[in-house]
């Protein structure tokens, strides 16, 4: 019996081809640079076979988003209702880690600014009540300045870890991000 779609291991690795290929070529240039003859040709294939499967290259760029995002939510979502902050945070760096390669193209310089709002929006929703008890009397608009800050040193953090080659564990970088956050709270929020 032949499998259709996505269950068909020959279309699991045409996918898989172009996926490697668009991340090879976002480490040299910009997306909207990107052209899907150089796409297909660099995955070894026509561009007639890129097209049953995308509409276009920006189609192909979501596709590999929402994978990302439908796994990031999955171990992130899991981890809040098992553990603590820090288990929540080795969760994420431990992905991230083993997404390397697609972390690095798209938070890089030639990534896709959408992504990285996504990823912050996704660490605000996860993360707040973390952040939140830490000095649960303090202000909101207090709250928001530091959330923001939060955030966004968390995303510096991952492209500079990713940038740097990843020399230090998951765990050092959770257990770096912990300790500011848990010592930086109650400073900042409760006033």
Same mark, same amino acid.
């Given at each position: 019996?032949?499998?259709?779609?996505?269950?068909?291991?020959?279309?699991?690795?045409?996918?898989?081809?172009?996926?490697?290929?668009?991340?090879?070529?976002?480490?040299?240039?910009?997306?909207?640079?990107?052209?899907?003859?150089?796409?297909?040709?660099?995955?070894?294939?026509?561009?007639?076979?890129?097209?049953?499967?995308?509409?276009?290259?920006?189609?192909?760029?979501?596709?590999?988003?929402?994978?990302?995002?439908?796994?990031?939510?999955? #171990?992130?979502?899991? $981890?809040?209702?098992?553990? =603590?902050?820090?288990?929540?945070?080795?969760?994420?760096?431990?992905? !991230?880690? /083993?997404?390397?390669?697609?972390?690095?193209?798209?938070?890089?310089?030639?990534?896709?600014?959408?992504?990285?709002?996504?990823?912050?929006?996704?660490?605000?929703?996860?993360?707040?009540?973390?952040?939140?008890?830490?000095?649960?009397?303090?202000?909101?608009?207090?709250?928001?300045?530091?959330?923001?800050?939060?955030?966004?040193?968390? #995303?510096?953090?991952? $492209?500079?870890?990713?940038? =740097?080659?990843?020399?230090?564990?998951?765990?050092?970088?959770?257990? !770096?991000? /912990?300790?500011?956050?848990?010592?930086?709270?109650?400073?900042?929020?409760?006033?």
């Amino acid at each position: 019996m032949n499998k259709s779609g996505d269950a068909n291991r020959s279309v699991r690795n045409t996918k898989a081809k172009l996926r490697a290929s668009m991340l090879a070529l976002m480490q040299q240039k910009p997306v909207k640079e990107i052209t899907v003859k150089e796409l297909a040709d660099l995955a070894n294939m026509n561009r007639g076979t890129f097209y049953f499967h995308y509409t276009d290259i920006y189609a192909l760029l979501e596709a590999m988003e929402d994978e990302f995002f439908t796994e990031f939510d999955r #171990v992130s979502s899991s $981890q809040i209702k098992m553990g =603590g902050a820090f288990e929540y945070l080795m969760a994420i760096f431990d992905f !991230l880690g /083993a997404n390397a390669e697609f972390c690095r193209a798209f938070l890089g310089p030639n990534g896709d600014t959408a992504f990285v709002e996504r990823v912050k929006y996704l660490v605000d929703a996860k993360c707040s009540a973390f952040w939140r008890n830490a000095a649960p009397q303090g202000s909101q608009e207090r709250f928001n300045l530091y959330n923001a800050f939060i955030i966004n040193g968390c #995303v510096g953090v991952i $492209q500079k870890w990713l940038e =740097g080659g990843m020399k230090e564990t998951p765990e050092e970088i959770a257990q !770096l991000i /912990a300790t500011i956050v848990s010592s930086s709270a109650l400073v900042t929020i409760s006033r």
